[in-house]
């Protein structure tokens, strides 16, 4: 997979923070929209095979598959290229955003108070906030 970044997943709704930031006249568009978001680098998937629909045909039917794929008795489900990687770019940001709360919580163990239970009680509450979505 490269680096280079080949969209942004950005959850909605934006914050005002998120907001300020692409409405800002401060760098490239493409920049504003990084800053707000999760880059995605990924979402090259192996293809399977390819489904056609001819003019002259009554329904759709399979074009070619790659045989070394599959084995005997295999039943595969289809999914569009788009929806597929729209789900892997909702699936890297939401290891981002959790990486981030972990993040959070290992600072909070690490620079906390002389207080083990109150280093904890911060540390539960960063990973909470992680698993809710930042709703907490």
């Given at each position: 997979m490269?680096?280079?970044?080949?969209?942004?997943?950005?959850?909605?709704?934006?914050s005002n923070e998120?907001l300020?930031?692409?409405?800002?006249?401060?760098?490239?568009?493409?920049e504003?929209?990084?800053?707000?978001?999760t880059?995605?680098?990924?979402?090259?998937?192996?293809?399977t095979?390819?489904?056609?629909?001819?003019?002259?045909?009554?329904e759709?039917s399979l074009?070619?598959?790659?045989?070394a794929?599959f084995?005997?008795?295999?039943s595969?489900?289809v999914?569009?290229?788009p929806?597929a990687q729209a789900?892997?770019?909702?699936?890297?940001?939401e290891?981002v955003?959790?990486?981030g709360?972990?993040?959070?919580a290992?600072?909070s163990?690490?620079?906390?108070?002389?207080?083990?239970?109150?280093?904890?009680?911060c540390?539960?509450?960063?990973?909470e906030?992680?698993?809710?979505?930042?709703?907490?």
């Amino acid at each position: 997979m490269s680096d280079k970044p080949t969209g942004v997943f950005v959850r909605l709704p934006l914050s005002n923070e998120q907001l300020g930031k692409l409405l800002a006249p401060i760098g490239t568009l493409n920049e504003r929209m990084i800053s707000i978001g999760t880059p995605v680098t990924g979402g090259e998937l192996t293809c399977t095979g390819t489904i056609a629909w001819f003019e002259k045909d009554r329904e759709p039917s399979l074009a070619s598959y790659c045989p070394a794929l599959f084995k005997a008795g295999d039943s595969v489900p289809v999914t569009s290229l788009p929806i597929a990687q729209a789900q892997i770019a909702a699936l890297e940001a939401e290891v981002v955003r959790l990486r981030g709360g972990l993040e959070k919580a290992h600072l909070s163990a690490i620079l906390g108070d002389v207080d083990p239970i109150a280093d904890l009680e911060c540390c539960r509450k960063h990973i909470e906030e992680a698993l809710k979505g930042g709703a907490a």
